[in-house]
Every structure is written in C-alpha cells, then in structure tokens.
C-alpha cells in the first residue's frame, strides 16, 4: 500500500502535487495522501486539503486524502515523506528580505543573509521529522522542496539515517530552456554544481557534446531568461569564456551589483518579493476556496516555483517503479566531485533507481567552478555547523565565506539583527 | 544508411554478431555489413562470410554482407567499426602461452606475459586502423573486443581522436550470476574496475545495495564459478572481507599459485588454451561450411566468449537509438575514480547514449582496491609506451610491475624470449 | 665571481638591498652589482646608483657597483637577477587606483582592479626579462618583487625556464608579530597560502603547535595590525573560529566594505596611496642626492616595504651557501595543497637550498581557506591567461571571478577605462 | 633534566646507544638513562648495562644508568622513550623465517609472511608501552626502531595520544651511498615512501636535483649493494627507467624470484638470518660480559644495522635542541602524498624541529611507484587491523593484498600455522 505523507500539506503548491499524482495514478497507485501542517497553518490546510479532496473525487482514483495536524500519524508507514513547509511563514521571509536590504546588502530567499537565516530556521525543524521518521517510517524517501534545498538536504544526510532526495525546478527549467533551443528533447542533459549555483555542463546530443554550438543561443533567448528581469542580461563574453550554461541564480553571483540595485529599488517601492507573494497567497486562498473548483486553478502558476510538484511526482514515480531515468537532483556527492567532500550535497544528472538517485561521473570542471562551487560549499557547511550548534562564531564565520555578503562591521550588525527578530526560531542560539 | 564494418571478419564469432544484427533489425537496420579480413585469413573469411550471407538471406531483412581484404574499402562512410582480430593468429597466441608458462610463470591471454605480448602485437595495428578510421569514417564508433581490451581501447582514446569503446563479457557473465541468485533482472549493477580486474561494487533492489546480502550466496553458486576451474575456489574469508564480488579473472590474482600450476600441468599435458582453441575452431569450420546451415549453429558455444556479440549489438543499439540504457563497458575514466589518470580507462556501469557511454561516479573504493587497480593500471600504461616507442627499459619496467610475473634474472629472460619470437609482429622494437 | 642584476635598479628601494648585501659579504661576497633601468628612470638610476657607490666605498669591500640602460649587459652571467620595477611608474599605480574606487570599487596595488591592471602591464616585461636570461645567465635565479608577486612569478615558472622565487615582506612582518608575543625566536612558523593572502598556520614551539594559544594574543596587539588602519580591526569571532592568522590583507576580504570606505573617503581627501608614496619618494631622492650620504637614509622607513630588501638579500645568501635555513617564499605548489594546480605558485615556508626552496608539506586545511585559495588562485590563472593572450572575454572572466569586484554592468565599465589608460602598456591586446 | 628510557634495554645494541649519547653530552645531556627490560630478558639486561655502566662511567659524564625490570618506574616523567624489543625474542624471529620458507614463500624480519607475523606480535605490546606512557610521560617522543617500524609507528599514532617517530638505518645508509658517489656530503636527499621500500627521489646539490646523473654511478658503486648479496644485481634499464634511487630491500620485490631462491637455499643450508643473528648475538654478549670492556666492540658491527642507535641519538639531539635540521623518518603523511591516507605513515625526509618531525613536500611520482605504496600501504593497514581485531578474514585479506606472498590454498595453511605457532603472543586472536 503507498502511502505518502505532504509535510507543509496546506501550501498553496500543494494542487499542483495532487494533480501530478492523478495523472500517474496508473502506475503510481497512491492510496494514502496525508496533508501534515501546523497549528498555525490549520486554515490553509483546510482550505487546500478540501480542494485536493475534490480534485481525488472528481478524478475518480482510488485514493484517500488526509487532512491533519499530527504528524506522527502521518508519517507512520509512509513510503514517501515531501516537505514544502516554511519555518516561521511568510512572515519570517519577509524578515529574511528586509534586514540585509536595509543595509544594503542581499536578501533573497534561498541566497545571502536571508537564505542564510532560513536555513538556521528550518535546520532543528527537518532533524526532527527526520528523528519521527526513523522511528516511524525508516525505509521512506524523505523528497525535500524545503529551501535553501542543498543545504537542508545535506542536513538531513549527514545528521540522521533517512534517505533524503532535494529537488529544484530550477535544473528543469534549464532542461526545458534547451529544449526549446535544440527543437528536440532527445537529449542527455548534464548538469553539475549546488542549489541554486547549477551549470549545464554537456548536452549530448546526435554523437556529441553540442552545448558549445548551443551556448550562444542559449544567450540570446528569452525563456532562458525569466520575464521579470530579462532586463539584466548576462555578459556574453563571461558566459562565452565560461564554456557552461550558468542557471538563473547565477546572476545573483555574476551581475551581483545590478541584481542587488534591482532588489533595493522594489524594497524602497513595491516591497520584497515575500511581500509580493504574501498578496499572490491570499488571492490563490480564495481560489482554493471556490466549493466548484475540482482541479489546479491556472492562477496557481503566477506563483513561480512551476514544474516543482511535477518533478516531485516525476522523481517518486522514477523511483517507485525503478525506472532508471535521469533527472537532476541533490543527492551525496561520492567522488562525483573530487574536491569537495564526500558526504557534500551537490546537484547534478543522477540515473534514478528505487534504491535511490546514483550521479553520473563528470570530466573535470573549470579551475574558477572548481573554486566557485568549494568556496559556496564551504559557505553552506559552516551554515548547517551554525544550525545545529548555535555557535555565533561560526555563523559568523558562514556569513564571511558567502560571495554575497557585504563583509565588516555591517556584516556582524546583520547577524545580531538576524538572530534577534528570529529569536522564537532558534533555540538552538538561545540554549 | 546504416553501415558497419567488421575487422576481423573471419572470426569464428562471427556468426554470433550477424545473429545479433538479425535479431534487432526492426529497430537497428543495418544496410551493409562489412567482413574485413587480411589475406592470411581469406579462406576463413570467405566460410564464415558466406555463412553470414546466408543468414541474413534466410532472415530476410534489407541487409547486404560484403567481404573484403581492403580496409579502406570497408571502413568509408561507416557508422561502427567492430574488432576482434588476432595479430599472429592462434600460433602467436600459444607462443604467449608457451614462453612463460616454460618458466613457471603466467602465459595468459590478457593477463601476465601472455597479455603483455598480445599487446606490444597489436597496438601498431590498431593504432593504424584508428588512423584510416580518421579518415574515413571520423565520427564512427570504434567498438573493440581484441584482447587486452582496457590497453586497446586506452591506446586508441589517447593516441587518436576516434570514439573507441571497450567490450567484454565478464561483466555480463557477472550480472547473470547475480540475477540468478536475485531471481529478478530489476536492479543495477554497480560494476567497477580495469577489464578482467572489474568487481561487481553494489546491485542496487528494492530500496538499497543488497551485494552485502547477496555476496556469501554468489560465492556458493556453480555459475559464478565456470566449470572448467570451478576446483579452485576463492578463499569465502577474504572474499567477504572485501565485501565486493570478485570477476572471474581475479582467480589468477587471489589464487594465482593454483592457477599457475593449473596452467602448468595443463601445458605439460594437454597443452595450452590455445593449443584447444585451435583445434575447437578447425572443428567449427568445418561446420560453417555446410551449404544447409543458416544459422548460428550450437557448436560455437564451446568456443567461450559467449554474450561477447550479443553484448557488441545490444550496446550499437542503444548508441544508435540513444536508449540510455546502462551497460558495463571499457571508457574513459574522467574522474570516476579520482586516483587514476583522468585518460585511463575503466570498466564500469554506464548510461549509453548516442554520444557515446556516460560512466556513473561511485564511493570511494576500499584502500587495497585502490592499491590494485592503481598497480594494474600503472602496468597497463607502461606497456602502452612500450608498444609505441619499442623502448626496452620501459618493457622491462611493464613487466616489473605487473603482479602475475616472477621478478628477477628469469623475467628479462622471458622479455627477450617474447621479443625474438614476436619479431615480425614488432616494428616499433626493430626500427 | 659573484655577480648580481638589480632590475628597476632607480627604484627607491635599492640603498635597502645595497646595504644588506654590505652586511652580508663576508658570507655572500658580491663582486659586481649591476643596477639596471630604462630610459624613462634614468636621473633617478644616477641619483640612488651614485648613493649605492658611496655606500659601497664607505664599507670598504671589494664590489664594483655598475649603473647601466643596457639590461642585456648587466644578465649576462649573473647569478641572480632580482626585479623590482613598475611598469608605467608611480603614474600607472595611481590610474590602477582611481579608475576602481571611482566607481566604488577596490583599486589596491595588488589586490582587486589595481592588481588586475598592474599584472597586465607586467606580464609581457617580465616575459620579456626571462626570455633575456634564458640566454645570458640560464642558471641564475630571479628573486621576484615585482607585484603582485604571486601571479609574476608563476607566469616566470609556466611560461618560461628561468628558476624564480618570488619574495614578499608581508609574511617577515607575521613571524616577527609572532616572535613579539611568543617572546622567543626559536620556532618553526609555517605559513601557508597565496601572495597577500598567506596565512599563519602554525607556530611549532617547545614540543606543539601553540598557534591556538597565541591567536587571541596575536589579535590583540598592535605590532600585528600596522599602525595607519588599526581602526578597523578583524572579528575577533571570526579570525578565531578561523583558527588561523591571517596576514595584514587579509583586512580587504575579511573586512572589505570597511576598507572600501576608507579608501574612497582617502580617494576624495589626501588621494590614492600611489599619490602619498609619489610625494615621498620625491623627498627620498631629495635626500638621496646628498653627497654626504653613505648610508641608507632612516627616511626609507617612511616609504613602507620594511624587510622586503632584508628578504632578499637572506634569499640569495640561503641559496648562495646552501644553508637549509627556512623562509616564507613563493615557489610552485608541487603537491603541497592537493586542491591547486601542480604547477600554480603559492607561497609558503620553505626549506632553502642551493638547488631553490623546497617546501613543507602541511595538513588539510578547514575547508573554506581551500574554497578562498582556489577561487583567488582560479582569478590569478585567468589573469596571466588574460595577460599573455590578450583576450578579452577572458580578462572579463578574470574580473568576474575577483572576490573583491563589484559584479555587473559595472564591471565591464571598469575593465574598458582600464584597458583604454593602459594602451600603450598592453600590447596583447591590441595586436 | 633530561630522562631517557630504552624499551629492550638488553638488546644487543645498547652499547651503540650508550655510545651515542656519551659522544652528545655537552649538547644534550642525558641525566638518567633508564634499560628496560622483561623477565625473560634479565640476564641480557644485566651484562649489557652493566657494560653500559662502564662506559658511561670511564666517559666521566653526569649521567646514571638504571637497568629495571619495572617499565612504569622507567616511564615516569622521561622527555624521550626508545623501544628495541623483539616480542618472542630470537626464536620468534626464527619460526618466522622457516613457516613461510617451507612453503617456498618468503619469510623476512619485516617483508613477506615474516614481518606480517612480527606485527602482529608487537601491536598489543607496543599499545600496551603507549597507553603507559599517555600515564605517566604524555609528552614525551617515542623513538620506534621495533620493525616493521611503519607498521608499528602508525598503530601508535592512530591508536593512541603519543608522539611517535619512526626511525630505520635504510635511508641512512642510502645518503652514505650517495655521499660516497657524489663526493660531498652538502646536499639535500629527498626520501620519499615506506619503510624498507623507500626511494631516493632527488638529490639536491650545486642549482639542481642531479639524481638522473647520479643514478648510473650509484648502480655500479658497491657501497650501494651491501656484500652479502651484491650477486644479485638490479636490472639496469628497470632502474633507469624509474628514475628513482631504490633501498636495498626493493630487491625483494624487483628481484623477487631471485632473492626467494637465495632465502630458501640458505635455509637449508646455513639456516635462516634469525638463526645467524642468534650465534652473533651469543658471541656478543661473550664480550660483552668482560669487565675491561669500556667502550662499544668492534664485533658489534658484525651484527648489522649500523647507523640505528647513531640515527637515534641525532634525532633525539635534533628535537630537545629545535635543530631544524634534515632527516629521513616514518612520520604521519598528512598531504604530502595525496593518495595515501592523512593518517598513514610514511618514511620521508623531514625538517627535525622541537615539536617534531616536518615532511617536506615532494613532486608527483610515477604512476607504478604511486600504485606499489598505495598497494603496501593497504598490505599495512589491514595488518594494523588485524593485529588489532584478531579478525581472520581481515588477517588472510593483510597477506593476500600483500606483494610477496604466493597467492592461494597455501596462503592459508602458512597462515593457520603462523597463528598456530604463536599463539601464546596473539592474545587478539584467541578471544
């Protein structure tokens, strides 16, 4: 009997999941669907929980969704465990946001100071689900959503014995956007790098690697480019000289100086990008809430974060049936990457197996990935260091080693903010 | 127009890969099948090529066999050039055999003198094939079988620019002996290693690696171990102190002294495996000459070597529909494992597509495997450089570091019995 | 017959070296010392040449000071050529300097866009003066000031035979920072990492390594942080979860937005540092010119670089009698830090001898100093790639992979002024 | 004041120790010299320190010598600890030599099934002297001469707290021999490898590594080649295509075959080494005994192993004074050779500093060199478990991965015996 456990069940993606499982439900015989969420989550649950209830009816499936607030219930028995929740709400991302801006500094959900502070959130809440499963459900794949995806993902990997998978769209839109340019997807896609710092390494396609003859095409087409800031373009000749397709994080990194302007100019006028989201949720909410509505409403796509659930169905279904395809996931490093190490989360191309994804072996990388990536890793490290021990040194430490971060007295100035608005989500600081 | 050029044309195996074509013609629609041969072998060529014309003719698909001594002739336009020629013929094979073994010392056919020989013999010659492919057929794929297959395959990835890949049938043998004892072909196998030193590393089934489960049951069942020397166990000891499944070749490694003197007591009496071999084929020729066969006949089963064909058209096939399949072939090591030359080459689970095999990365390997392979691999390319500068002192270091030979007085002995017997086979120690 | 090749003899440095070679000759007996300039430095070539001849005379000992524009003249069969020169003199540091800061950036003379420049403009001189000594004094060893000195002298290494070393006071200052706090000179200070970013790894003293000890006393003193930016001291948090000492430049990664500020408030004030050490050096070779001068003038201290001649002449007297003493010196990484190049230069101490500097092994380092020494080493490699091809997109990359340049529209900005107000220094990239 | 305590205190070589530290007093003034010894080994103890007592005696020096059979009295606040001990005395070595000779198999003090069994006997001994020392002299130096001293040394340095050193006569007599060649004694010998297979990888000497020249000489020089067996010459081309100086005991690798022969004709000749050394041993002590004895005999140089205790004494010399000079010690790898483990032991050329031994960092060795000390390396490791498990399949996997056992039914059978016949050492393997 499968049965699959939604951890943050009342998030606005969840829709998109419960579609994802309808239409695979000939090979992917879900019986058992359990939305888990929090007190303070309880109304959304309901709300979306009641929609993916109609969406099971009408479809027609042999399958039964679970609405609850215990998730020790929930996970007992689960073969599959997802996870989209969100420490501390929108609230808490809005906080994440707004502290680095107002020094000038980045602050974006999964980068900088505010993907930092996310991730010393949600590090003691991912290690008790996964102390829950180990007792309750130990075989269960834990496919975590939950960001910063790598950094969580590696939590759970190296601090408890679930096997932890981390999913992004962000390789799959990657995927897509090659797609479009080729005019086929016949194609092996190689991708190699973190979370949010990925590259399209190869893409071999009718006897060879074609990503040189693709890479300036690549450039020049839109969808490559998100609509909402196509306005800050790579440089070609960086990228040329790269030799690799860098993702949409990237410009984080690579056009740093005009992203973070961008990002202080919507601070000082139409706010944050969680105070954005904050409007879309309310507004999906009262979608959910349209008694008629038995599908995924179309509104949900304006929310970003399209081809997640999809990729989450896609990958548990690979899994579940062994069917030995290929996507790109989080997964233990091994030797993928020799210089970094061994128990280092990293996302590339892995061959997906129902004992789990196995990564494919790459040629060396450039000498300026090789340090881009083991720099940001080391960043990531002393981040899940600082999350499990609440040293401030160390924290402090991380946020020195980002790339991202304006480095001096500002730097620790942050931090103390940091760990003061966040002061009810960090027991492990205030032991 | 699918075409594909055999060197080596005449070999007894041959009926086993037009079997092979035949078979998947449906979905691999081989136009033209090119037998090469050279004059010393025309006689075998034209019984085993009319053989083959039969065959097909009975199949009746759309596929015209050509037979030919000229190269060039066969190699133009070609989309897969396949070798499993012999330079010397049997009679050289034996002499590999019959030199060492007169000392006390391994004469095997891949492994040992024997291997060494082999290979100093046919790195001119392949290397010359490589250099006409360049010409004449750039793009194709070079699927190679001649023994010693990890040292040809590296001679041709590092010393030209054609796309070579290195088959072997150990590796299938192993994966059959491990689905025997699964009772499922639903896992993968994680096989890992040079060819005929590969270690079947995990089978992964139903949720993780079982080989920890499956190793003590492999080492008690009849197929792992062929009939011939099924006498000669491995110690079960040391095999599960290993925790990996041994190749079958290991045998001349972890119990060499046994092998050795099974090979010696063999060559005393019944003579060398070359010395059957030649009388096995003379056997089977005569049966291919039979107007009214059209057919593979039964009797080639005793020749060994089987899935070696099966396994060539299984992987062209997934090259030429880019099936992403995964097979255990001979390829680039990239940094798979991270101790080893990036150019050398491996045996190991790959993903096979239509740019050629993508090997899968893999945990770091116990230490002494590492000590080994490393060895081994260090004996393979001395003996690389050998073949292609005739330097005496780097033959002489080869042979030093293999670990089947005895060092000392008797092993320059041996090396200047090889070179004077294989004087005709060995410009490059002549010029 | 000892003789010595002092390259930007003019330089203001040079009664410095004059002197420590005065010192030394009873063990180091320079016989010719030939100061070298080019046309442009030629009044202050006779102003500080015609101070080394008194200082020379004053001392009594048997050298022969020889000033000279025929670089050719003074390599040929010299033992040591050591540089010192800068190409496009003072004016060039200060245009490194403005372009940068006046667009908010860094603009240092070896760090950030400054360093990028300068390295641009000396490659292809530094070439140049390598390519002259392969075939006047192939033997001798090039004692390299020239900064950045790291990315000099690893340009020497790889692109041409000459044996160089390169040398740098910043790492004497750390020992005697040290040796102020330990109270003792008897240890073995091993320093690891790159020009201007080299850190104090360890401190072995009676029996251990007290570097944790010492760290929190090395942070508090005031020899450790020069005098003119005590102001902006490290976080203590920080530089002790390090666990190492940094060195003085360390303060524009670790503290970068400080001294960012500092600099362009500087830059809006009194002006650029190259524009206070311009009003010095013209007092110096006021007092340089004084005819009752015979020894170097206590106003050199002023100018900064304190112990940089020192070094030197210590260098060239450790090789000169083979005295196995050890220095921090930059040489090629060999296998001392695994996660470098072979053949990248870092600097390190080192075993002297009269075959060059060997240095120590070390053990693994915390894993964000290897993420920082790669990626800066990365920007190094991409700048000597830059500076001897002349290509732009990679000149762009090496900017880009900086970790001390504003990313962005900017970026491109910054490198077009510096490329356009250094034409005439740049012949690759205007071939 | 300065204590020093000698584990073996009766063995043979005390008289050159003692010598050793007379010669050094005025820079290293040993107070209490300390020989220990057990039961079985009293009467021994007794005349060799009551010669000792002579010596120390007539040199007039402030020093007292105790002979104890008490080892923690011994212990006790002593700054350097020696160990010289042969657990089984003589007739251990013996049974060692003659068990695997009988099967045709060598058996040597350190090499082959001989030193495996040796090991195997000292590892609990030598945990047991370190666990005492962690008690009573934490911060004191263990010198090991106790072979097969890597193997030894690393067990103390993974398994305890204590400093230990491992110190062998090998690469001492390889600088002799190079001295002797060269004819100046003013180089750098850089050593690099294990234990009894160390090479002479440079040497250093007047601007350049003249090893490549040296090598010819050093083949013909017969200091090169101790008498004894200098009929059984290295093939010239295997050694000049290495490149590297080998020590005399790679000839029981390189000359395997040969040296076997030797073995075992002496075998049933002469007797074992074992059983020579046993008749030296008696002569010795004869002399010994000899109240008008003073001094070290001449006769003990027939006993071999000269330069041990003189190597002892320059070590312990070079650490209580921080001489910071230059020696060839087994001492934890760190990085210096990427491939091995950080924890593993190798035997290197060392800067000798107060906090112990420094290894300098080496180029990247050939690939057979690299494959032969990864493959030792391993053979080492699995002993060190075995001696510590008792774990048959560990101790069978030890000899097989080992590269001078024969391989197969009969590894097993010298196994059972050598566990059989010292049963009374292997408390590990009788749990």
């Known amino acids: 009997m499968l049965k699959i456990a939604v951890i943050g069940g009342g998030s606005s993606y969840t829709p998109e999941i419960v579609e994802g499982f309808i239409e695979r439900h000939h090979e992917l015989p879900v019986k058992e669907l359990w939305l888990v969420d929090i007190e303070a989550g309880k109304e959304k649950l309901e709300i979306v929980g009641n929609l993916a ?22 996970l007992i028995g689960a073969s599959f465990v997802t996870t989209q929740f969100r420490v501390g709400l929108l609230d808490a991302r809005i906080r994440d946001e707004r502290i680095p801006l107002s020094h000038n500094m980045l602050g974006q959900e999964t980068n900088g100071v505010g993907g930092f502070a996310k991730a010393l959130r949600t590090i003691p809440v991912i290690l008790d689900i996964a102390k829950d499963m180990e007792r309750l459900c130990p075989e269960a794949f834990l496919i975590n959503f939950t960001n910063p995806a790598g950094i969580i993902t590696e939590t759970v990997l190296r601090y408890s014995k679930i096997k932890a998978i981390g999913l992004c769209n962000v390789p799959v839109n990657m995927r897509k956007a090659v797609e479009k340019v080729l005019g086929s997807d016949d194609f092996l896609f190689h991708a190699i790098g973190l979370n949010h710092y990925v590259f399209g390494h190869s893409v071999y396609y009718k006897g060879k690697n074609v990503m040189p003859e693709l890479l300036p095409k690549l450039m020049a087409d839109s969808e490559f480019n998100p609509k909402n800031i196509e306005d800050i373009p790579y440089h070609n000749e960086q990228i040329l000289n790269l030799g690799l397709m860098p993702c949409y994080y990237h410009k984080y990194f690579y056009m740093a100086e005009d992203m973070l302007q961008h990002a202080i100019e919507d601070y000082h006028t139409i706010g944050t990008r969680g105070e954005v989201v904050k409007q879309v949720e309310k507004e999906l909410f009262e979608v959910y809430k349209k008694a008629d509505l038995h599908e995924k409403p179309v509104e949900l796509e304006k929310r970003g974060g399209s081809y997640y659930s999809e990729a989450a169905c896609e990958l548990i279904n690979g899994i579940y049936n062994n069917k030995k395809t290929h996507m790109i996931v989080n997964v233990r490093n091994n030797q993928t990457l020799p210089f970094l190490p061994e128990d280092a989360v990293i996302e590339t191309t892995c061959l997906i197996t129902d004992a789990g994804p ?14 881009e990536l083991l720099h940001l890793k080391a960043y990531e490290r002393l981040t899940i260091e600082a999350g499990i021990t609440g040293d401030y040194g160390t924290a402090l430490q991380a946020l020195t080693v980002h790339l991202l971060t304006k480095k001096g007295a500002v730097l620790k100035t942050v931090l103390d903010e940091v760990l003061l608005q966040n002061k009810d989500y960090l027991p492990q600081f205030n032991a």
């Open 358 to 371: 196995r990564p494919l072996s790459i040629e060396t990388l450039p000498l300026q990935v090789q340090g």
């Open 53 to 74: 209830k109609r969406m099971v009816e009408k479809a027609g499936i042999d399958c039964t969704v679970h609405l609850t607030l215990n998730r020790e219930e929930a």
